[in-house]
């Protein structure tokens, strides 16, 4: 990644910070900017996640959980015990970055199968609580009545006030993922992903690079989940269980592993992919498996991949008929 | 609680443990010629109970021949879902696989409701429902059903492992798969017959409990992961221990909601296995995990 990778990083961002202020024009309804609000959402979340399964190759099947933690958190302590909204929101991603640390620091000296298995005990656990504990948190019927969030005097109210409000959060988490990534830090978790023992022989401290992403990407969990709760304005159960954590990883697995680019494209093509299948209600279910299993098997690098080898198809195809001169197609 | 309903107790945690223990088996025998780790072994086990209702209920076949059928089916199910998806990427990490697998019990939960439906089901018990009455606790004929076909099971297992040149070939599969391959195994069959035994067992496992609790296209995930919960339990890789944890579990289980709290039922599981795993990595029964790099 020489300056040409930083400067193609900086058009990248541009692209992005463009895409986000021109999308609402382009929309013929209000409803399409609900569903673009909700991939926002899962952008974050896929980005999050995607660090911790696509860089450091470690798989949490119960992220859902820090996501619902969050959103619970920051709600009940809104509505019911009347925190101002960033006090509350605060206190909801330190929660869960606790809560992330606490159940990292064992969980993560698993590998694989174990970890798979750890993590999703741990969201089970995390869903039947909010199932059961209806006095704080109303049980399955769902707790509502969260206030809209207040933030040195700007409430959003307008369903585009929030599409700025999360997708710019969504652009400042890709950024800090990018640095992360291009750090060290990301170089100590490429090796570990490569070979945790290559990496820790290195003098990498394998252990504490995996606990220090999996809580990143759990507070970045919190960070949506706070947004989504009171954006929402009502949380239940049913949002945050096993089959979400799986959505998410779909998203991480379609997009393709270790591409921050891919997860933003796996998180929208997952929010959006629904509202084409409503002709076929109950099909969405089996669809989101077929991807899973159909990218896995022909394209693991995800859409990431697929559209970088059509790229550089046309790279080719443009050298040969002359229209780019070797150096300008290079990269 | 007196002594009679603590032994009810028991009796239904032990019933719903060999299920566990069943699938937890399933689980065992692929880790054990693949690693992998099979997600989609709950599917097989709600596969089996489902089936076998409607295969009396469309095809009008006996009790059974039914369960033949769902059991029979389901094994084909699994050689296929091998030869489809897992032979092709046998080679890649295991979180790829790991990936595919959730993807197929996605699948087959969902071709499951859209063939089905989304309503719950039960069998008929294999022998009369009249309870056998024990020291104050009734034991149902199907009761002693489950925890009999899982012995069964098991012992055959152990069995074919042992004894048997094929078992014994699917175990050094499992050792070192290339080593396997130089001494003439045939490395990819083993792997298919390891799905096709892990999904009889799941199938066989849903067959005998969809008399006891219903069934519905849903049930797989929860009886999976419970499987697997009771494999880790037990030392993943050990048949025994397989069987042993998912009992051990059941047992647990059905204290608790009968003690405690039936809605923290399926959380006082998930706790345990959590607590273990940090404790005890290797599992109760398991050998402690010597990697060397």
């Given at each position: 990644m020489g300056p040409g990778f930083f400067s193609r990083r900086i058009v990248g961002l541009m692209f992005f910070a463009l895409a986000i202020l021109v999308m609402p024009k382009t929309l013929?309804?209000?409803y399409y900017l609900t569903v673009l609000i909700f991939a926002g959402l899962n952008s974050i979340l896929a980005i999050g996640l995607n660090l911790l399964l696509g860089y450091a190759g470690q798989i949490s099947l119960g992220h859902a959980a820090f996501f619902g933690l969050a959103a619970y958190t920051s709600g009940i302590l809104t509505a019911t015990h009347g925190w101002p909204f960033l006090g509350a929101a605060a206190a909801a991603v330190?929660?869960?970055g606790g809560v992330a640390w606490l159940i990292g620091r064992p969980t993560l000296k698993l590998k694989g199968h174990y970890l798979a298995m750890g993590t999703l005990g741990f969201g089970i656990i995390v869903y039947i609580l909010f199932n059961e504990a209806t006095a704080i948190t109303g049980g399955p019927s769902g707790f509502s009545g969260i206030p809209k969030p207040v933030m040195?005097?700007?409430?959003?109210?307008?369903?585009?006030?929030?599409?700025?409000?999360?997708?710019g959060i969504a652009f400042l988490i890709f950024l800090l993922s990018q640095h992360i990534m291009l750090s060290r830090n990301g170089r100590a978790l490429r090796a570990i992903h490569t070979s945790e023992?290559?990496?820790s022989a290195l003098g990498i401290n394998?252990?504490?690079y995996k606990l220090f992403i999996f809580v990143v990407s759990a507070l970045y969990a919190a960070v949506a989940g706070v947004l989504y709760a009171h954006y929402v304005t009502f949380v239940s159960p049913g949002t945050f269980g096993f089959p979400f954590s799986v959505q998410l990883v779909t998203m991480v697995v379609l997009g393709g592993m270790a591409s921050l680019w891919g997860s933003l494209a796996g998180a929208l093509f997952l929010t959006t992919l629904p509202e084409f299948l409503r002709m076929v209600e109950n099909f969405d279910i089996v669809i989101y498996g077929a991807i899973l299993v159909l990218c896995m098997i022909f394209l693991p690098g995800g859409l990431a991949e697929a559209i970088h080898r059509i790229a550089s198809l046309f790279v080719k195809v443009f050298r040969r008929i002359g229209l780019f001169s070797k150096r300008e197609g290079a990269g | 609680m007196t002594q009679g309903q603590i032994l009810q107790y028991l009796i239904s945690g032990v019933t719903v443990g060999s299920t566990y223990g069943l699938a937890g088996l399933g689980f065992t025998v692929i880790y054990n010629t693949t690693e992998i780790i099979n997600f989609a072994q709950g599917e097989f086990v709600m596969l089996g109970g489902m089936l076998a209702v409607f295969a009396m209920q469309w095809w009008g076949l006996p009790l059974p021949l039914a369960v033949v059928a769902a059991v029979a089916i389901v094994t084909a199910i699994g050689v296929l879902i091998d030869r489809l998806t897992i032979q092709p990427v046998r080679h890649r990490s295991p979180i790829h696989l790991v990936i595919i697998t959730i993807g197929i019990s996605i699948l087959l939960r969902g071709g499951a409701m859209l063939l089905f439906g989304k309503d719950t089901f039960s069998l008929p018990p294999f022998t009369g429902g009249s309870p056998i009455l024990f020291l104050d606790a009734a034991i149902l004929p199907q009761n002693l059903w489950v925890v009999g076909t899982a012995i069964l099971v098991l012992i055959a297992m152990k069995l074919f492992f042992e004894l048997t040149i094929t078992g014994k070939a699917m175990l050094a599969c499992s050792y070192d798969a290339r080593a396997a391959s130089l001494m003439g195994i045939n490395v990819g069959t083993m792997v298919t017959l390891s799905f096709a035994f892990s999904a009889m067992s799941g199938a066989?496992?849903?067959?005998?409990?969809?008399?006891?609790?219903?069934?519905?296209?849903d049930v797989g995930i929860l009886l999976g992961l419970k499987g697997f919960a009771g494999c880790i339990l037990g030392g993943l890789g050990n048949p025994f221990g397989a069987v042993a944890g998912g009992v051990l579990l059941g047992v647990i289980e059905s204290l608790g909601a009968g003690l405690f709290s039936s809605g923290y039922k399926d959380a006082i599981a998930f706790v345990l296995l959590l607590g273990l795993l940090f404790v005890r990595p290797s599992g109760l029964f398991?050998?402690?995990m010597g990697e060397r790099v």
């Open positions: 013929p309804n209000d330190f929660l869960v040195l005097g700007w409430k959003p109210v307008k369903d585009l006030e929030f599409y700025y409000l999360i997708w023992a290559g990496a394998v252990a504490g | 066989i496992a849903g067959v005998i409990l969809a008399p006891i609790t219903l069934t519905s296209y398991g050998k402690k």
